[in-house]
């Protein structure tokens, strides 16, 4: 199931910077233009599932205005019930996703598209509702976008990291672990 216009989103955004080597660390400047991939691909992920009620948000840092970011766009699913994750993920792999399999409390279920073999442009994090996972998604990138001050020390640490872990991202995501979790501590009391 291929959507003509959701390909030449992609295709074109591949252009201005969206797309990643695996396990490769680059980060850019903010892009407007990626929240018109994010569009695209939440109508395709609808059209995906049709009759499953959920909830799209983009997170990450491509949904923050102001940020740096790895141009990788993130988007979290929030599903009803562990049923519903699973159907989610089953509809999403026969539309043609890749699987990244459970990644249980680190992103909930992952599920990735790439441009080309071995260029990723999507991580797709399928949590249900209740999960603490789907609140702080939604927490940490609402205050990223109201902060600037947070913002910009969390834009500081990700040129540190990305510097030093230039191929190794899940060490530079690692890196980061310990400022989320301060910062979700403080605006979730």
């Known amino acids: 199931m291929k959507n003509k216009n959701t390909e030449s989103a992609i295709n074109q955004n ?11 660390v680059r980060l850019v400047k903010y892009k407007s233009e990626w929240k018109n991939v994010f569009q ?17 948000e983009h997170v990450g840092s491509t949904s923050v205005p102001g940020l740096m970011a790895k141009p990788i766009i993130d988007i979290a699913i929030a599903v009803e019930s562990r049923k519903d994750l699973f159907l989610v993920v089953e509809r999403l792999l026969n539309a043609g996703y890749i699987d990244g399999g459970d990644q249980g409390g680190d992103g909930g279920y992952l599920v ?23 609140r702080n998604y939604i927490a940490f990138r609402d205050c ?38 301060s910062v979700l501590a403080k605006i979730t009391e």
Request: contains cysteine.
């Open 144 to 181: 990223l976008r109201w902060d600037k001050d947070i913002r910009n020390k969390y834009t500081h640490l990700k040129k540190v990291l990305a510097k030093r872990f230039l191929q190794d991202r899940k060490s530079y995501t690692d890196g980061k672990a310990e400022f989320i979790k």
């Open 14 to 24: 591949v252009g201005i910077g969206t797309g990643l080597k695996q396990g490769a």
């Open 112 to 134: 990735e598209r790439d441009s080309s073999p071995g260029v990723r442009i999507l991580h797709i994090h399928i949590v249900e509702k209740t999960d603490i996972q789907w």
């Open 40 to 56: 695209s691909e939440a109508d395709r992920i609808r059209a995906c599932l049709g009759d499953i009620t959920l909830q799209i």
